[in-house]
C-alpha cells in the first residue's frame, strides 16, 4: 500500500546554536529540504531491508553544517541532512544507523550538528576538519564489515575532493549520495583550463587532457567534465544512478546534480525510484 511520504521534522533542541542558511547568508534554497533531503528520506527508508542484514550500519557525512537549515522566505527552521538521515533511518527501530560519522571544516558547526543528533538519539563521532584532512580518520571508524551511506555535500565542487571517493571507496559495502555543484564548474572552468587554475584538479585529476577543447566554444565543458568525473567514478567498480537530477535556479541556470553510485544494483535502483520526482510516492 502506498502512504504519503512525509518528512521528519522536530523542534530544534539547541535554537541557541548555528544554522545553515547558504552561501549568502539568507536562506538556503526551498529545494533542499523539497529534492535534496526528501530524496535522501526515500532512499534510507527504501534501503531499509537491505540494511537489516548489516550489523554495522553507517553513516558518513563530512560536510555535515550544523544540522539546522532555514529555508529562504521562511521564519521557522528544519532539521539538517543528517538529523533527516538518521531519523528517517530508526522510523520504525528495524535497522537505524549504529554510527553516526559527521564532521566539518568549521568546528561550530560541526560541534552543533553532533548536539543536535544526540538530541534525538544518534550514536554520534564527530570530527572536525577539511573532508579531505579527515576522511582517514572517518574510514576508520566505519567498521569493515559495515553498510556505509556515504553523503558528501559541499557547497563548491572544488571541496569535492577525489581523494575523499578513493578513500571511502576502500570500504567494503558503501553507497554515495553526492551533492554536485554544476554552477561552479559552469562559471569557471574555461578560465580554469585557459589560465591552468587548480581548483578543479583535485576533483577530477586529469581532467584537462580528456575534456574536448571544442566544449568550450559549443558551451558544454561542464557536460564533458561531468562526464568524465563520471568515468572515473565507474572506474573504480560503481555504477551511478542514470537518475541524477539536476537541481535549477528560479531563473533556470543549472545548480547542482544530485549523484548516486554504489557497487551493488538495488540500491541504484531504489535511487531511480526515489529521485523520479519529488510527488512520486513509494510503497514502502
Ligand atoms: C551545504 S552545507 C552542508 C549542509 C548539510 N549537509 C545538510 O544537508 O544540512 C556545506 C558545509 O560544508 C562545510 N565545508 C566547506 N568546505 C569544507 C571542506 N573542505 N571540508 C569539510 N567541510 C566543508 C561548510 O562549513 C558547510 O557547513
Not at 579531505?132 to 559495515?146: F, S
Not at 545548480?255 to 557497487?263: A, Q
Amino acid at each position: 500500500m502506498r502512504h504519503q511520504f512525509v518528512l521528519a521534522d522536530r523542534e530544534d533542541p539547541h535554537p541557541d546554536l548555528l544554522i545553515e542558511k547558504g552561501r549568502q547568508g539568507n536562506g538556503v534554497g526551498d529545494w533542499v529540504p523539497a529534492m535534496k533531503h526528501m530524496y535522501l528520506a526515500k532512499w534510507i527508508e527504501g534501503t531499509r531491508e537491505m540494511r537489516k542484514r548489516f550489523p554495522d550500519r553507517v553513516l558518513v557525512d563530512l560536510f555535515c553544517g550544523p544540522g539546522r537549515i532555514q529555508v529562504e522566505g521562511e521564519t521557522r527552521t528544519r532539521l539538517g541532512g543528517a538529523q533527516i538521515a538518521w531519523l528517517h533511518s530508526q522510523l520504525d527501530d528495524t535497522a537505524p544507523f549504529t554510527k553516526c560519522v559527521t564532521s566539518d571544516i568549521d568546528q561550530a558547526r560541526s560541534d552543533a550538528c553532533a548536539q543536535r543528533l544526540r538530541a534525538l538519539g544518534a550514536p554520534v563521532e564527530p570530527l572536525c576538519g577539511a573532508a579531505a584532512d579527515v576522511v582517514d580518520r572517518a574510514a576508520l571508524l566505519v567498521p569493515p564489515t559495515a553498510l556505509c551511506l556515504a553523503y558528501l555535500d559541499p557547497y563548491s565542487l572544488e571541496f569535492l575532493s577525489w581523494d575523499v571517493i578513493t578513500r571511502l571507496a576502500q570500504l567494503k559495502h558503501v553507497d554515495f549520495a553526492v551533492h554536485f555543484s554544476t554552477s561552479d564548474l559552469r562559471r569557471n572552468v574555461k578560465m580554469d583550463f585557459e589560465r591552468e587554475g587548480k581548483r578543479f584538479d583535485k576533483v577530477a585529476p586529469g581532467w584537462r587532457k580528456e575534456i574536448d577543447v571544442q566544449s568550450f566554444f559549443r558551451g558544454d565543458a561542464d557536460d564533458e567534465f561531468f562526464d568524465y568525473w563520471c568515468r572515473q567514478i565507474e572506474s573504480l567498480g560503481f555504477t551511478i544512478s542514470q537518475r541524477f537530477p539536476l537541481i535549477r535556479t528560479k531563473k533556470n541556470a543549472p545548480l547542482y546534480h544530485l549523484v548516486f553510485f554504489s557497487r551493488h544494483a538495488s540500491p541504484v535502483r531504489v535511487w531511480g525510484d526515489v529521485a523520479q520526482g519529488v510527488n512520486r510516492e513509494l510503497p514502502f
